[in-house]
């Protein structure tokens, strides 16, 4: 049976924008970035989930809202039933808190099953720590040894498990004496030495150079196999996202414009920014003579959204009942959604 570890409903964050003298003055209302717009998706036990799209798409914003590293606006997010965002906006009573179980003790215990993995391992490490340290600092932090002994053990365990091997040939080096691809399996070990459920990766191939990016893709796929881990998985890539992913969702501008698994999105896209991201992937077999969709003008300001649908604006076939109705997500089938009005019949057959 499918087991949900993550659950985010119609989740919204907005950014306030600092007001000039002059709209503070004249009692302006306050502009909003629409960083995330009503996100919804579940992630499962032992499934990886993507989130693609541009920079600027707001995928990063629900991974940092999903480990409460951020406080969202609005919505819900169920991490083993643990509501995340109404945690983060410190909206429990003392009785919500005593029930839920989240004194601080338990928010430890919940932080530790959710760990997340940055972008830029040359940033997201210490370098005046070991490599020991690194690993170990989360053990200690969430005071799950007893002893040495025992730290030693399981710092030597992640390691060796992310492919540094053997590990005692690693740990007393500072990062400055890692390669890249060395430093991200750090990181990875650092996070995985808590044992999480839930492992967040923020584009952890974009630094790394080519021929590092399929062994850590590779580290991350045995990981969810031997471990169950479920992986959200952020990307502007669909070449990796589509190697190894179960499932991807499409975001553009704050909203997942197409979800589903990720071979039935790759094969059969129905949106046409998925279209457009897709047919500028480099293949091997691809004719050159294939027809790329090369989208046009700069992504809509954030701040000021376009009427109707936020892709109208770069749509190679954008009609005008696009510029007033906003589509929300319709069913292709079962497990595969997109958000356009030429799913719908009466707009479909208007052109």
Same mark, same amino acid.
């Given at each position: ?41 579940? @992630? ?55 029930? #839920? ?76 004496? @890692? ?19 839930? #492992? ?65 999105? #790759? ?85």
């Amino acid at each position: 049976m499918t087991q949900t570890i993550l659950s985010v409903n119609k989740l919204y964050k907005y950014f306030p924008v600092a007001r000039t003298i002059i709209e503070r003055l004249t009692f302006r209302p306050q502009k909003v970035v629409h960083a995330v717009d009503g996100v919804t998706f579940e @992630l499962n036990k032992g499934e990886i989930m993507a989130l693609v799209g541009e920079s600027g798409s707001g995928k990063t914003t629900v991974s940092m809202n999903v480990l409460g590293l951020q406080t969202p606006t609005s919505g819900q997010i169920l991490f083993q039933d643990n509501d995340v965002a109404r945690w983060a906006q410190g909206k429990l009573s003392a009785e919500e808190n005593a029930a #839920l179980q989240l004194g601080r003790q338990q928010v430890m215990a919940l932080r530790r099953k959710a760990q997340m993995i940055f972008q830029d391992p040359y940033e997201s490490l210490d370098p005046r720590q070991t490599v020991f340290q690194i690993v170990a600092e989360p053990l200690e932090i969430h005071g799950l040894v007893q002893n040495e002994e025992e730290k030693h053990a399981r710092v030597k365990d992640a390691l060796e498990v992310c492919g540094l091997s053997p590990a005692e040939h690693f740990w007393d080096r500072h990062p400055d004496r @890692l390669s890249g691809g060395q430093r991200q399996r750090v990181v990875i070990a650092a996070a995985l030495v808590l044992e999480p459920e839930l #492992l967040v990766a923020d584009e952890p191939v974009s630094m790394l150079d080519v021929s590092i990016r399929a062994e850590i893709l590779n580290l991350l796929l045995k990981l969810r196999n031997e471990r169950q881990l479920a992986i959200l998985y952020t990307t502007h890539d669909l070449a990796t996202a589509g190697f190894f992913t179960d499932k991807m969702a499409v975001m553009y501008l704050g909203r997942i414009v197409e979800i589903g698994a990720t071979r039935d999105v #790759l094969t059969n896209p129905q949106h046409p920014y998925t279209k457009a991201l897709i047919s500028v992937l480099p293949t091997p077999n691809k004719n050159p003579k294939q027809s790329r969709t090369i989208l046009e003008g700069d992504v809509p300001n954030p701040i000021n959204l376009p009427t109707g649908c936020r892709f109208h604006p770069r749509c190679p076939v954008a009609m005008t009942a696009c510029k007033s109705t906003d589509p929300q997500l319709m069913a292709i089938d079962k497990k595969h959604q997109a958000a356009c009005l030429l799913m719908h019949k009466e707009f479909a057959t208007s052109r």
